[in-house]
């Protein structure tokens, strides 16, 4: 079963980019990954679906300012122009035909 | 638009039973897997359970194996858990998901909140 790591917390300041990472365990560095955003008192959203490639297919209505790119074992979600409305955690996920694994999540502040 | 609206959570003792139901429209109910996620208290994601398009295929997480039921009922476009012998540690907020093809979450509910507390 593959394990997701991620920072626990990240920040950055209103209108710059950050750049938050998923890693993949040991064996699972193909795994296609998905990324979510929950903002604080909300549901989950998802943000994208994003392949070891680099190649990512993003979610109805996410904003442009959302990317995201692979590396190795490395999976990426880059917000660029931070907004305050970005401040929230960050999930990655990992799944097959029989399970699904979430990452600890990043919590993102927006200073 | 996409909608999914849990049911059923509350508050009970351990060793009880609950049953969480997700009324799902605006997508073709029948042709997509469906999944839940729990969060506990001040805790992160953790998959649940997850089922296909007819009910057939049924997968669990190991904590809740041997004591959670999914199922679905495609002409009423609802999914089920049933959660038997409850413990403490299922106390969370249960959000049910739709998955696309691709196996990815792309829409979820608002939660329903389950706690379990003597």
């Known amino acids: 079963q593959p394990v997701l790591t991620q920072s626990s917390s990240a920040s950055a300041s209103l209108g710059s980019s950050v750049k938050l990472t998923c890693t993949l365990s040991?064996?699972?560095?193909?795994?296609?990954i998905a990324w979510y955003q929950q903002q604080p008192g909300k549901a989950p959203r998802h943000l994208m679906k994003l392949e070891g490639s680099g190649d990512y297919d993003k979610g109805s209505g996410v904003p442009d300012r959302f990317s995201g790119s692979s590396s190795g074992a490395d999976r990426y979600l880059t917000i660029s122009n931070l907004q305050s409305e970005d401040e929230a955690d960050y999930y990655c996920e990992t799944w097959n035909t029989y399970t699904r694994v979430f990452g600890g999540g990043t919590k993102l502040t927006v200073l | 638009d996409v909608q999914l609206l849990e049911s059923g959570g509350g508050l009970l003792q351990p060793g009880g039973s609950l049953g969480l139901s997700c009324a799902a429209s605006?997508?073709?109910?029948?042709?997509?897997?469906l999944t839940w996620v729990r969060q506990a208290p001040g805790k992160g994601l953790e998959w649940v359970s997850s089922?296909?398009?007819?009910?057939?295929?049924?997968y669990y997480a190991d904590s809740v194996k041997g004591r959670f039921t999914i199922s679905r009922d495609n002409s009423k476009n609802t999914v089920f858990l049933q959660m038997n012998s409850l413990r403490a540690e299922d106390t969370a907020v249960y959000y049910c998901g739709k998955l696309k093809l691709s196996g990815d979450i792309d829409y979820w509910g608002q939660g329903t909140p389950v706690t379990v507390s003597s």
């Open positions: 040991s064996g699972h560095s193909n795994n296609i």
């Open positions: 089922i296909g398009v007819t009910g057939g295929a049924t």
């Open positions: 605006g997508f073709t109910f029948r042709t997509h897997a």
